[in-house]
Each structure stands twice: as structure tokens, then as C-alpha cells.
């Protein structure tokens, strides 16, 4: 009997300790070291949050850029990929489908349209597109905004961001940040 109230009282002190006191204390260590990012890296403009720099949404105005397909629907409760494989006929489909929606794709040939600009990403909430993914966009902004493709073009590479620590990755734009930028150039 000894050992199974010392196990209830170890059981008592470890979910104290680990479920609630160090919880609290890691929570208020990010929140004072890392405030922005700890609630979530919400983005302001004119005052009102417009969404979070880590999770895409859905955009389909024409005068804006849009974030890769996502196969959840924009859903951050319901992260995923569609998980088809690459001969499933569904992940053809949902491509030519992405392919024939996305105004940017429709008057590229499909040979050069970029993989990540039709097929949904792993999380289905990626807030990153490529820089090919960017340029692709732009006749249809310039034309939808009467932006010049030059200055859409200067407004990307303004946005650009590096591979992280300078090594792993690629090049990206983060669409909301962008499309924030271009609301701003428009005088929105």
C-alpha cells in the first residue's frame, strides 16, 4: 500500500510541475523574449489584423498575389496534403484543375508553369511562393491594377527573402507581407 500512495503523490507532483508550472514558465519566456512570434505573428494594417505571417489564405481578387493551393482549403484546424500519389488520377485532376483556375497558369505554357504553383502544399497552409511562382503572377496584377510590370517586379524583389540562416531553401516572397506592400502602392 506504501508504494501506491507514493505513486499517487509522484503522479501529483509530475503533472503539477510538468502540465502546469513549466508550461507557464516556457510560455512566459517566449513571451518575453519572442513577443510578435508568441502571439501567433499577427499582421496589422490600418490598424485592424489582417491575418498571421505563418499561415496562408485564400486570395483570389486578381489584383492581388495568390499563395499556392491548398488542399485543406485554407483551414489551420484541418493542416495537411491531399496525400495522392504521383500517379493517382485524382493529383492529375486537382493540377489540371489548379492549372485551368489560376489566372497566372492559364496563358503560361504548362511546361514552364512551376510545380509549386499548382499542386497544394504539404501543410496546405504555406505563406511562402517562390519567386518564379511571383513573377508568373504579374501580367494579371499589372493588368488588373494598371501597376507597370517593372514596378510589380521591384515591388517582389523588395519582398524577397533569403534561404534561412543563408544556406537551406530557396528564394521566397511571404504573400501576405507582399500583397500588404502592393495594397500600399495601390492606396488601399
Excluded: C, H
Aim: glycine content about 10%; proline content about 7%.
Amino acid at each position: 500500500m506504501t508504494n501506491v500512495w507514493r505513486s499517487i503523490r509522484f503522479t501529483i507532483v509530475f503533472a503539477i510541475l510538468l502540465g502546469l508550472i513549466y508550461p507557464l514558465v516556457v510560455t512566459g519566456i517566449s513571451n518575453v523574449l519572442f513577443p510578435f512570434q508568441s502571439k501567433g505573428s499577427m499582421v496589422t494594417y490600418n490598424g485592424k489584423v489582417v491575418g498571421s505571417e505563418l499561415i496562408a489564405e485564400p486570395v483570389t481578387d486578381p489584383r492581388l498575389f495568390w499563395p499556392r493551393p491548398s488542399a485543406v482549403k485554407y483551414a489551420a484546424n484541418g493542416s495537411g496534403g491531399s496525400n495522392y500519389g504521383p500517379t493517382d488520377p485524382k493529383l492529375i485532376q486537382e493540377v489540371q484543375g489548379n492549372i485551368k483556375s489560376d489566372g497566372a497558369a492559364a496563358g503560361t505554357p504548362t511546361s514552364s508553369i512551376p510545380p509549386d504553383m499548382v499542386e497544394s502544399s504539404a501543410s496546405g497552409l504555406d505563406p511562402d511562393i517562390t519567386i518564379q511562382d511571383a513573377m508568373l503572377q504579374i501580367p494579371r496584377i499589372a493588368k488588373a491594377t494598371g501597376l507597370s510590370q517593372s514596378s510589380l517586379q521591384t515591388l517582389v524583389a523588395q519582398n524577397e527573402q533569403g534561404p534561412s540562416l543563408g544556406i537551406w531553401g530557396i528564394r521566397m516572397v511571404n504573400v501576405m507581407k507582399l500583397n500588404l506592400a502592393l495594397e500600399k502602392q495601390i492606396g488601399r
